[in-house]
């Protein structure tokens, strides 16, 4: 009939709509977690730094510690470590020392570490990592390393997402309960217009 051709399309095209609203935000979204994952690890990288430092010139390990502890307690943090200048692991977040060494990838970044400046990278299957170096006056003491929990970042998406297509399904819905109202004031005139034709061709006279 009619009415449910109409609500037929009609429910195709808000598919169709839905799901293309749905990909260009999660590209748009994807792209803004991103660059706040990156913005976050400087600014903890650099915090972390700074804490050892303060640590280091008041020679109290237990304020690194409780600070380590704290960092790594971060819902988007994997994990944090403090390395000697070079590359040593001297204090993790969780754990053991000599269980969380920096691999070939995260070596090869201390080169590259500006003075003062953190520096963020990614490695290993999409891994995100902030390191920054400790200063103790001018002499390099070490590095503040900060690994982000990608799957915190990956739920922040998801709820994007979620949210979105529940609120397409809402929107497709209450559209189809409109045509449906719409389309019997549409259809009722057909539909008499449609029985007079038909007894008009069977019966002339009548």
């Known amino acids: 009939t009619v009415r449910w051709q109409l609500i037929t399309w009609l429910m195709l095209l808000e598919a169709l709509s839905v799901a293309l609203f749905a990909l260009i935000l999660i590209q748009i979204q994807g792209r803004e977690i991103r660059q706040r994952a990156l913005e976050r690890l400087e600014h903890q990288a650099t915090s972390l730094a700074v804490q050892a430092e303060e640590a280091h010139r008041a020679n109290r390990p237990d304020i690194l510690l ?60 999409h891994r995100w990592e902030g390191v920054k170096a400790i200063y103790h006056g001018d002499d390099l003491s070490g590095y503040a390393w900060v690994e982000t929990d990608r799957s915190w970042d990956s739920e922040q998406l998801n709820t994007i997402v979620r949210s979105s297509y529940s609120f397409g399904l809402i929107w497709m819905g209450a559209s189809g309960l409109l045509v449906l109202l719409m389309s019997r004031s549409i259809s009722r005139p057909l539909n008499v217009l449609h029985a007079g034709t038909r007894a008009l061709m069977e019966g002339p006279e009548a």
């Open 66 to 125: 409780s600070s380590l502890k704290m960092m790594g307690a971060a819902p988007s943090v994997a994990h944090a470590k403090i390395t000697d200048a070079a590359g040593n692991v001297l204090y993790v977040s969780d754990g053991e020392p000599a269980k969380f060494p920096l691999n070939l990838a995260e070596k090869a970044q201390i080169a590259k570490v500006q003075p003062h400046l953190p520096l963020v990278f990614s490695f290993e299957n």
